[in-house]
């Protein structure tokens, strides 16, 4: 079965460069999330889109932004990389008809290592 | 504000023996989803269950076995005979049943298991 696709699965960038994540969410699901998780720490939700709209927020820096396209893949763009930004970042899609009463599921892509130096 | 609380930091266990992973979450929501994730040392998030709020029924899967009591808000999580492999950190996360809404973690429990 299709899953969650993140790319890259690594990525080393210098201070002050900037960096672009990608996300293709299971066919048909209509939302995605964003999540970082930085070493030893849980996952911590970034930002979400359903149907290509902003959705909710989280503990996102003004130096991040995101965007879901017409094809419902999402892009996580970091600038002004600092050191803590090193982390994992998650993307997750899901399937949420009639606004989540009826509920298709939660699953996670492998994760992009983001390291910087 | 929804709250995932899991007390064991860190566990360790010879092989063969069971271990219960607590989770304690706290939320005003009526209905919600409960859930387990494992992250081995590769990273990836592993889906193990869901739980829906009004199905209390506990659930046994293989060596894995969970047990959801609504009344003290508590998801435990029981790996019998425990293998090298179950070797992982475990987080236990909450979300609300409406809506387009995020996962909230735990800040997880690493279980070692030691040959």
């Known amino acids: 079965a299709a899953g969650v696709i993140q790319s890259p699965r690594h990525l080393i960038k210098e201070k002050r460069e900037t960096a672009t994540l990608k996300c293709y969410p299971i066919?048909?699901?209509?939302?995605v999330y964003w999540y970082q998780q930085g070493p030893g720490q849980d996952p911590q939700f970034l930002i979400s889109?359903?149907?290509?709209?902003?959705?909710d927020k989280g503990s996102i820096p003004d130096r991040f932004s995101a965007q879901q396209f017409s094809d419902y893949h999402s892009e996580l763009n970091m600038s002004s990389l600092e050191l803590g930004d090193s982390a994992l970042y998650f993307c997750a899609s899901s399937y949420e008809a009639d606004r989540g009463r009826a509920y298709y599921g939660y699953t996670f892509g492998s994760g992009t290592r983001l390291t910087v130096v | 504000a929804q709250k995932v609380t899991q007390a064991q930091t860190e566990i360790s266990v010879v092989e063969k023996e069971d271990v219960t992973l607590d989770c304690v979450y706290e939320?005003?929501?009526?209905?919600?989803?409960l859930f387990w994730y494992k992250q081995p040392p590769s990273g990836e998030l592993v889906f193990l269950i869901r739980?829906?709020?009004?199905?209390?029924q506990n659930e046994i899967s293989g060596r894995y076995s969970w047990n959801f009591q609504k009344s003290t808000s508590s998801f435990n999580f029981t790996i019998t005979a425990s293998q090298v492999v179950d070797s992982a950190v475990y987080f236990c996360?909450?979300?609300?049943?409406?809506?387009?809404?995020?996962?909230?973690f735990g800040k997880g429990t690493r279980l070692s298991v030691i040959a």
């Open positions: 939320t005003r929501d009526t209905t919600y989803y």
């Open positions: 739980r829906n709020s009004f199905d209390e």
């Open positions: 889109f359903y149907e290509k709209m902003q959705s």
């Open positions: 066919p048909r699901h209509d939302t």
């Open positions: 996360a909450l979300r609300s049943f409406s809506g387009n809404t995020p996962l909230v």
